[in-house]
C-alpha cells in the first residue's frame, strides 16, 4: 500500500512558478513509477508528466502543452517526487494529482490514468492572469 501526499499548490500570477511536492509513505517508492495528472473543472483528468522508478535509466514524459516549462523530478532518500513549474499560463489551473504505479522497468512512464495504482487527494493549482 502506498499512501501519497502533495503539496505546494495555491494562486500565482501567469508567468510565475510553483513546485508541488508528492510525498509517498511505504516501502516501494524506489520501485514506484510516478506521474503527476491534473483535471480542470468541466474536463476530464490528463496527464502532465511522469518519471520511470530508480534505475540506470530513468525516464520521464511531459505532455507537448508544458515542455519546456515543467520539470518532474524524483528524490528515492526522501520518497518525494516534485513538479516545478515556471512559467505558469491560466490554462495551467486545475487540481493536481500525484500518482505512483509499481514499475519493473525504469525506462517506461506510464501515459494512461488507468496504469496507475495509488493516487493522492491533489491539490488546487490557480494561477491568474
Known amino acids: 500500500q502506498v499512501q501519497l501526499v502533495e503539496s505546494g499548490g495555491g494562486l500565482v500570477q501567469a508567468g510565475g512558478s510553483l513546485r508541488l511536492s508528492c510525498a509517498a509513505s511505504?516501502?516501494?517508492?524506489?520501485?514506484?513509477?510516478m506521474g503527476w495528472f491534473r483535471q480542470a473543472p468541466g474536463k476530464e483528468r490528463e496527464f502532465v508528466a511522469g518519471?520511470?522508478?530508480?534505475?540506470?535509466?530513468?525516464?520521464?514524459a511531459y505532455t507537448d502543452s508544458v515542455k519546456g516549462r515543467f520539470t518532474i523530478s524524483r528524490d528515492d532518500a526522501k520518497d518525494t517526487v516534485y513538479l516545478q513549474m515556471n512559467g505558469l499560463k491560466p490554462e495551467d489551473t486545475a487540481v493536481y494529482y500525484c500518482?505512483?504505479?509499481?514499475?519493473?522497468?525504469?525506462?517506461?512512464?506510464?501515459?494512461?490514468?488507468?496504469?496507475?495504482?495509488?493516487w493522492g487527494q491533489g491539490t488546487q493549482v490557480t494561477v491568474s492572469s
Open positions: 511505504g516501502r516501494t517508492f524506489s520501485s514506484s513509477g
Open positions: 518519471v520511470g522508478r530508480r534505475g540506470i535509466s530513468t525516464k520521464t
Open positions: 500518482a505512483a504505479r509499481l514499475s519493473y522497468d525504469s525506462a517506461y512512464v506510464a501515459l494512461k490514468s488507468s496504469e496507475y495504482d495509488y
